[in-house]
């Protein structure tokens, strides 16, 4: 028996350097699968802190939702940790490169991301849906079975993610919510990439810029 597909969750604590500046975030982490195997969605800064979660499952990916190194610092190191050393492919949107290439200079993940990809686990499906602004190539996780969404730094419980920074757009990452996000159920979870869940209703009810 694999068991029923489930969403597992921890907090990890570390730094966010981007434009000169570094501060002290706590990113979530998310995995979703059975009892057998599982993807993990982003990899900020502790790789044993990831492995907690995953246990003895076999890892199919490791999905970034953007290349900020609070979300993919030990990607790399992740990769090589996981499937008794056999390893995970890394999975990125390419329009990150200039941020990937900020953190991981000497490597680069092993499959690209687009809008519209589908990937199957524990039962699940997982669907891509290319949301940039927050990062030129960030993107969202739809499980429409799960009645939920991983969104990174694109929403947040709040409103949408910061874009004051370099790579990002204001008006491209609004223009990407109401696009994306905002055509989804009003029901739908939203897990994000730090805080408290939220809902698509709720965000559609926020006024102003959130967090990020």
């Given at each position: 028996?694999?068991?029923?597909?489930?969403?597992?969750?921890?907090?990890?604590?570390?730094?966010?350097?981007?434009?000169?500046?570094?501060?002290?975030?706590?990113?979530?982490?998310?995995?979703?699968?059975?009892?057998?195997?599982?993807?993990?969605?982003?990899?900020?800064?502790?790789?044993?802190?990831?492995?907690?979660?995953?246990?003895?499952?076999?890892?199919?990916?490791?999905?970034?939702?953007?290349?900020h190194d609070d979300h993919v610092r030990v990607a790399p190191a992740l990769r090589v940790a996981v499937?008794?050393?056999?390893?995970?492919?890394?999975?990125?949107?390419p329009a990150e490169k200039p941020l990937w290439e900020l953190t991981h200079s000497d490597e680069l993940w092993d499959l690209d991301l687009a809008d519209g990809f589908e990937l199957t686990v524990g039962g699940t499906t997982l669907q891509v849906l290319h949301?940039?602004?927050?990062?030129?190539?960030?993107?969202?996780?739809?499980?429409?079975d799960l009645g939920c969404v991983f969104t990174g730094d694109t929403l947040f419980n709040g409103g949408p993610g910061a874009t004051g920074r370099s790579f990002s757009d204001a008006d491209l990452i609004v223009e990407s919510i109401r696009a994306k996000l905002f055509a989804?159920?009003?029901?739908?979870?939203?897990?994000?990439?730090?805080?408290?869940?939220?809902?698509?209703?709720?965000?559609?009810?926020?006024?102003?810029?959130?967090?990020g």
């Amino acid at each position: 028996m694999t068991g029923p597909t489930r969403i597992d969750h921890a907090v990890s604590s570390g730094s966010f350097s981007l434009d000169g500046e570094t501060h002290q975030v706590d990113n979530n982490i998310w995995v979703v699968g059975d009892d057998t195997e599982c993807v993990v969605i982003d990899a900020p800064h502790d790789v044993d802190d990831i492995l907690a979660l995953v246990g003895d499952r076999t890892v199919k990916a490791i999905l970034c939702t953007h290349a900020h190194d609070d979300h993919v610092r030990v990607a790399p190191a992740l990769r090589v940790a996981v499937n008794g050393g056999s390893g995970a492919p890394i999975m990125l949107h390419p329009a990150e490169k200039p941020l990937w290439e900020l953190t991981h200079s000497d490597e680069l993940w092993d499959l690209d991301l687009a809008d519209g990809f589908e990937l199957t686990v524990g039962g699940t499906t997982l669907q891509v849906l290319h949301t940039p602004g927050h990062a030129p190539g960030a993107v969202c996780f739809l499980a429409s079975d799960l009645g939920c969404v991983f969104t990174g730094d694109t929403l947040f419980n709040g409103g949408p993610g910061a874009t004051g920074r370099s790579f990002s757009d204001a008006d491209l990452i609004v223009e990407s919510i109401r696009a994306k996000l905002f055509a989804l159920p009003d029901d739908t979870v939203v897990h994000t990439g730090h805080g408290d869940d939220t809902t698509i209703a709720a965000e559609k009810a926020t006024i102003g810029l959130g967090r990020g």
